[in-house]
């Protein structure tokens, strides 16, 4: 019988956990990094190598189809609309939990000092990491979107905005030229497509060793959870809103935007899911995410390809909501009253931080780091939160590609381009 790949993932998830415990038991911690978690590193590098190629070409064969500038407008407007409606609709819930459940008042004086020592240097890097965001004038985002050389932006992975506007002005380049100039360029961009698609099922082949190895290398590298009992209350807050998003908001939304069932939305991208919460990284699991919505959701390339690429590298729900429910907690264990107006503005802020976060492990922490700031909580703060980051953070970054799956079917579907399950044929890998 031919296994589904969520389960070979989610296998090799479970055997990686195991193996990775069983091996730090055994103080065979060397084994595990120096021989187990390069395959992780390659499965990663594999995935992300694809990201940028798969992006341009992808982008420009979908925005080729659509033919018409007003229906890209008609597409961007949806999109940004709904990324931004989901957005605050996170940092909402995370406030109103992290107010009601109170997580910070479970945090005693002892363990709070016992962390904030324990992770001083580490905040410390991170907050280091912040500054030179946070020198900047209002308007550098948007000048940081328009690159000065693409060739550049297509070296850095963490230039994906930049490779968008340029790839998205290419596409506009090509629907407003004559056919006869166009056409040559798109076949060719159609056919390396294909080429892109077929590279990104052979490099899922090596799915569940991948995993494998990042489950094991996790587990010998996460640090111990000695502190563990202070931090449980607010991660279950974390954990809670993160659940609320995925089980509740995008259900609903999907269901009455575009008619589709729980069921065949999440069985279509728990590959995605999966793999979002092995490498803790939306932009390396872009790949798998636009050929689960294209191939499985039915979605069709026109959108997938303008919307997810976009989400990826915007859309983070998952880190907005931690991000609200983190700077309650640091102000709440450390004391801190925060009044209303504070709390609306961590709603703005962690709305723009997290459309600033970059689509890499632990980014929504570094972001976090000026919405501390901004609310007037000491950003050093951030070594309490600091323990027990990684694990939430591979949570909220599987909300966070939920997220840009869901808005790709209901934009899809507001403009008529999402198959019916009948009409979709899936490529077998
Ligand atoms: N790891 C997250 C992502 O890639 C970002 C974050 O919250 O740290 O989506």
Known sequence: MKLALHWKILIGMILGLAFGLTMKNLELVGVVTDWIKPFGTIFINLLKMIAVPLIVVSLITGLADLKDISKLSKLGGRTVALYLFTTVTAVSIGLVLANVIEPGSYINEVSRD???ESFTGDANAKIELAAS????GPLQPLVDVVPENFFEALTDNASMLKVILFTILLGI???????KHSKPVVDF??????VILKLIDIIMLGAPIGVFSLMASLMVEIPDFTTLGALLVYGMTVLLGLLIMTYIVYPTLLYSFAKVGPRRFFSAIAPAQLLAFSTSSSA?????????VTEHLGVDEEVSSFVLPLGATVNMDGTSLYQAVAAVFIAQAMGIHL?????????VTATLASIGSAAVPSAGMVMLVIVLGQAGIPEAGLALIFAIDRPLDMCRTVVNVTSDSAVAVIVGNSVGKLRKPEDIHERIL
């Open 114 to 116: 016992t962390l904030l």
């Open 133 to 136: 965001a946070k020198n900047q």
């Open 173 to 179: 380049g090509i629907i407003l030229v004559e056919e």
């Open 189 to 194: 961009f159609k056919g390396l497509n294909e």
């Open 284 to 292: 390396a699991t872009l790949p798998v995410t636009l050929e689960r």
């Open 339 to 347: 009044d209303l107006t504070t709390q609306l503005m961590i709603v």
